[in-house]
Structures are given as C-alpha cells and as structure tokens.
C-alpha cells in the first residue's frame, strides 16, 4: 500500500516537472512575440521618418534622384559615362589593288562548261574582287560548279572561289586578296546610325558593305577557327564595339579567359569580374549567373512583362544586358568541371535571350566533342575563321567553305535568320587603341 502511495505521488511530481517547464517556455514565446513586434513597428517608423526625410530633400536639392521600387530607396549618384570617340581609334590605310584577273579568261572557261553568259561586270571591295556573271541556263548542275571551280584554282590559285549564294541566275567568282590591301581598322566598320541594342561591328563583306548585327536578335554566338585565324582579334574587336555604345549601366560583361588573352579590359568598369582564368573562380562566376538568370526571369514575369526590353519600359529599375564571353571552350569544357560548365552554359543559351543574358563563345578547337550537337544549336549564329579542312568547317557551319580561307580574320558569318554565308573580313585592333579606349572611358 506504501509502495503504490509513493508511486503515484513520483508520477505526479513529474507531471508537474514538465507542466512547469512548457509554461516557462510559453512566456518566453510570449514575450518574444511582443518584442519581435514593437522592433518591427520601431524599424518601421523610422523607415517613414528616413522616407520622409529623402522626401523633402528631393524636393529641395534636384541634383539628387531618388528610385523608389518595392520600398526601398536608391540614391542616384553616379558619374556621366565617357562615350569613346572614333578619334581614339586608328586610321585605316587606303590601299588600291591592281591584281585583276582578265575577266575574258574566265568567260572563256565558262562557255567551255557551256554556260551562256548574258551580262558580265568587275566589282572591287575592301577583301576581294568579284567576276559578275548572268546566264540563262537554265539550271547548272552541280558537278558543273564543281568543275568550273577545280579549274579556276588550278589556273589562277587558291584565293579564288565560287560564291554559290549570290544570286539567282548568277555566277560570282571572288578573287580573294592576300596583300595588305584588305586589312581595315575598326574605326572603318563602326556605325553611328544604327539602332541596334547590342551592336556587334563585324566587318566588311565581299561587297564592300559594313557587316554587323544586334546580339540581342543573335542572340548566342559561336567563333571558331585554328590557332592564328583571328579568334582574338574577333573577341577583342566585339568587346569594343559593345563598350562604344552601352554604359556599364547598360551593360555589364563576364570574361572567362584561360589563357588570360583578354585580361586588357580588366580595368573596363563594365566587367562583373576581373578575367576569369582558374577553375574554381569559373565555376562560381556561372553559378552567380545561373542565379542571376533565374531572379530575371521571376522578376520579369512578376512584372507583367515577356522580356528585358518590355521590362525595362515598365520598371525604373532597369536591369542591364550582360554578355557572357568565353575564349578557348575547348579548355573549359575539358577539364574537372566540365560537366557542370557546359549545363550552365547551355542553361543560359536557351533561357537567356528574354533575361537580357547572351554567350559569345570561341574555341580553336571545332570538334564534335567541344561544339556538341546541343551547343551549336543553342548558339545559332556562327563565325568560322580559317580551319584545317572541310570536317572542321562542317562541325562549325555544317557547310564547306572554312577551309579555303586565308588566316588572319578572313571569315564566314551565318546569321541565325539567314541560310546564306557572308564572306567578310573581321578588322583589326591594336592593343594601343585598346588601352587609350579604356583610360578614356574611366577618365
């Protein structure tokens, strides 16, 4: 009888052990609660205060802008962006060519291959010199072409080819140039009329015409070309072309650089980062854009909005482009990350477009291991500079053609719109120029 007495009164005293120990805990709860909220009410009246305050001195100074989105407030006090002047840049040297094949020569192979040639004329640019012929047969078969243009090498060399894509009923024969005559500066391709978002001066094509494009409408791009075909000079030559038209709060840049080539533009206030060249700062730099991607694109769909452009229309805070350029993709994608670089990179090539996000990407190596199947089709518009041989060039443009290309920025650009190649010359930029360019820019 003790024994269960003295039971009962154990579980009772330890019934009360945890009923006191759950209402200690409860006031503590309780007064957390209450304490959580007078702070919030406290922050709250001085975010008032603090918003009044930058109210009234708006009214009162005009020189300082307020953005006020999504209750925060955003002191506007940045510098005016030095726009680079054409004066920074080199003056191309006009040079003539007097290295004309008679056209009669060629007109005599031609009615040898039985074409009739109704008109015949001479067009010389800036790369190249064009037979123009008209004929009307009416059709020429292709082992005809094959024959007229096997001919034509073995009588007047290699730097001669047959442009299939002219026109119809119409046979253009380049003579290419390989004197100095076809070398150009940038300042010769830039174009103040334009009103692309992202301009991309490109070059001169065959026709004598200045080639560029809208990297927004590319929107990815793919350059490749063997080892001093002019892959450097290319990126280089796009980098300042986008700088001459954006601010870097238009614009912002991600370099990735193994080979520290493009280290130059480190002092650009444009780059997100200095040159990425080591494994580890790589991969942290396409994460951050892989998050960048994903707040875009929730912020753009939050907003009512389709893309960056009708974004920005509605926002005040507008979001910038940002351009992703990697040089050498046969090394990154060659290496331990490899796998997580190359689902990154192909994440933001088709999800990037409406985020404002673009990839240029350029690799001395077009195999099939490096330009997978996914990645050219995710990187539409494509320049091919001089490769090895007709394999290469089929991985590039899956098209021949890169292989009869001289070297030293002569180029093939298939544009994402378009099933023609145009044959042009990427120009030329010096390091001098580059470097005045970006002293000039954060003076």
């Not at 709060?249 to 002092?267: C, H, P, Q, R, W």
């Not at 990154?344 to 330009?371: D, E, F, W, Y």
């Amino acid at each position: 009888m003790i024994i269960n007495t003295l039971m009962c009164f154990n579980v009772l005293l330890q019934c009360l052990i945890v009923l006191i120990e759950y209402s200690f805990k409860a006031i503590v709860f309780i007064f957390n609660f209450i304490a959580k909220i007078v702070n919030n009410k406290k922050s709250d009246y001085d975010y008032r205060i603090q918003y009044n305050i930058n109210t009234e001195s708006t009214i009162e100074n005009n020189n300082i802008i307020n953005h006020i989105e999504d209750n925060t407030i955003k002191e506007n006090t940045e510098k005016e962006y030095n726009y680079p002047s054409l004066d920074l840049l080199n003056e191309s040297k006009e040079t003539i060519s007097y290295d004309y094949i008679n056209i009669e020569e060629i007109e005599n192979i031609l009615k040898e291959l039985k074409i009739n040639i109704v008109s015949k004329e001479i067009k010389e640019s800036r790369i190249a010199i064009n037979y123009i012929f008209k004929y009307d047969n009416s059709i020429i078969k292709s082992y005809t072409l094959s024959t007229l243009e096997n001919s034509l090498k073995c009588l007047f060399g290699d730097n001669i080819k047959l442009n299939r894509y002219y026109a119809p009923k119409t046979l253009a024969i380049e003579y290419i140039k390989i004197d100095n005559s076809r070398y150009f500066g940038l300042k010769e391709v830039i174009n103040n009329d334009d009103n692309f978002e992202l301009p991309l001066y490109l070059g001169i094509n065959t026709d004598n015409e200045k080639t560029a494009l809208d990297l927004t409408k590319a929107p990815h791009m793919l350059i490749a070309g063997e080892t001093g075909s002019g892959k450097s000079v290319c990126l280089a030559s796009i980098i300042t072309s986008l700088v001459y038209k954006r601010t870097d709060k238009e614009l912002e840049l991600m370099l990735i650089d193994k080979k520290n080539e493009l280290s130059i533009f480190n002092k650009l206030p444009h780059l997100m980062y200095n040159s990425l060249n080591n494994d580890d700062d790589i991969i942290s730099g396409l994460i951050k854009l892989e998050v960048e991607l994903r707040e875009r694109n929730n912020k753009i769909t939050n907003k009512g909005a389709r893309n960056i452009q009708e974004y920005n229309k509605k926002s005040r805070n507008k979001l910038p482009y940002i351009v992703l350029i990697i040089d050498e993709l046969q090394d990154l994608l060659s290496r331990d990350i490899k796998k997580e670089a190359e689902r990154i990179i192909n994440t933001i090539a088709s999800l990037g477009r409406s985020a404002g996000i673009h990839i240029i990407a350029a690799t001395q190596r077009p195999s099939a291991k490096v330009i997978t199947g996914e990645l050219k089709a995710n990187l539409p518009t494509k320049i091919a500079l001089s490769v090895a041989n007709n394999t290469d060039s089929r991985v590039i443009l899956d098209h021949k053609g890169a292989e009869d290309l001289i070297g030293n920025g002569d180029a093939l650009l298939k544009r994402k719109e378009s099933v023609k190649y145009e044959h042009i010359q990427i120009p030329n930029i010096t390091t001098e120029e580059i470097e005045r360019i970006i002293e000039y820019i954060n003076r």
